[in-house]
C-alpha cells in the first residue's frame, strides 16, 4: 500500500489526543502528536513512508510515552533517550512488526518533548496547539550525524521559548530517527544533504 504524505496525517494525529496532558511543564498530546509527525516528516525518506503507513500506533506511542514517563531531570531523559534510540533500531533489526516500531518511535517523541517543554509566559493549551500548528522548522543535523545516540543527545539546542523548545525537541527526533535507520541498515543519506549549518528547514 502506498504511504500517504505526512501532512495528510495530522488530522488523525489531532482526532486521536484531544485530551491534553496535565501539568504546566508539558506539551498538550495533540502538540506532541504533532510534533512527530513534524519529526517522521524529517527522517529519511524510506523510515518517513513506513511511518506514515502506521500513523495510529504512532500516536498510540507518543500518548503512552507523555503518560508513563516519570518526573526526572534532564540527564535522566537525556539517558533515556539514547537507550529508547538503541532499543528501536534493534527492534527493526530483529525484524519487530513495523506497528510496534511506530509506537516506540512515538514514545521516543514524547520523551523528547518533556526534554523541552514549553517555557517562556505560562499559556494554555489551546495556545500550545495554536503554536504547534502554525508551523515549524527542523534545525538540521549535525555534522557527525551517526555518532552514538548519547552524543546526538547530549548536544545544546535552543530552548529560551516554546517555539524555540517545541523545534529543538522535533529536531532532537529526527537525529535520532536518522541514527536508528542507518543502524538498522536503511538508507539515511539525507542527513548529508540537510546540515545544521544551512537550517533551519521549514517542515510546514
Do not use: C
Not at 495528510?8 to 489531532?14: A, D, I, K
Not at 539514547?82 to 513495523?98: E, K, L, V
Not at 538498522?184 to 517542515?203: I, L, M, N, Q, W
Amino acid at each position: 500500500m502506498r504511504a500517504r504524505p505526512i501532512a495528510l496525517l495530522l488530522p488523525v494525529l489531532l482526532a486521536a489526543g484531544s485530551v491534553g496532558a496535565a501539568g504546566p511543564a508539558r506539551w498538550p498530546v495533540p502538540a506532541a502528536g504533532l510534533m512527530a509527525a513534524d519529526a517522521a516528516a524529517s527522517a529519511p525518506p524510506d523510515f518517513k513512508r513506513m511511518l506514515a503507513k502506521n500513523p495510529a500506533r504512532l500516536m498510540e506511542g507518543v500518548k503512552a510515552g507523555l503518560a508513563a514517563s516519570p518526573n526526572r531531570d534532564a540527564a535522566a531523559r537525556r539517558a533515556a533517550l539514547a537507550a529508547g534510540t538503541r532499543r528501536i533500531a534493534q527492534a527493526i533489526r530483529d525484524h519487530r512488526p513495523f506497528e510496534d516500531v511506530a509506537y516506540e518511535a512515538g514514545g521516543l517523541v514524547a520523551e523528547a518533548s518533556l526534554l523541552f517543554p514549553p517555557v517562556g509566559t505560562p499559556s494554555g493549551e489551546a495556545t500550545l496547539l495554536a503554536l504547534a500548528r502554525s508551523g515549524s522548522s527542523f534545525l538540521g543535523f549535525t555534522p557527525r550525524p551517526f555518532d552514538a545516540p548519547e552524543t546526538l543527545v547530549a548536544g545544546r539546542l535552543p530552548a529560551g521559548s516554546a517555539r524555540e523548545a517545541y523545534d529543538s525537541a522535533l529536531t532532537l527526533s529526527a537525529r535520532l530517527l536518522a541514527w536508528i535507520w542507518n543502524t538498522a541498515g536503511g538508507d539515511a543519506s539525507v542527513a548529508t544533504t540537510r546540515p545544521e549549518s544551512k537550517g533551519p528547514y521549514p517542515v510546514r
